[in-house]
């Protein structure tokens, strides 16, 4: 139950982190991003999705951006 409990917690704390950097810039894609993932991780699916769509309306390029970071996360991986 503790490891439940301090997932919940990451996820409020990013949540948190992410929304205070979009109070200081609304536009920047890469906050939204990180409020889809923290929404993501507390299971609200629906609301993580609206966000990441936002990063993307913020930025055409954020998807595209973000797509070629996991790909490259993937060979750096695979060269462990």
Known sequence: AGDVSGAAQMSALAEASAQALLAVNPEWPDAHFALGMAL???ARGDEAEAAIAVAIACD???AAQRAADMA???RLKQGQ
Do not use: E
């Open 40 to 42: 993501a991780s507390a």
């Open 60 to 62: 055409a390029t954020f």
């Open 72 to 74: 490259l996360l993937a």
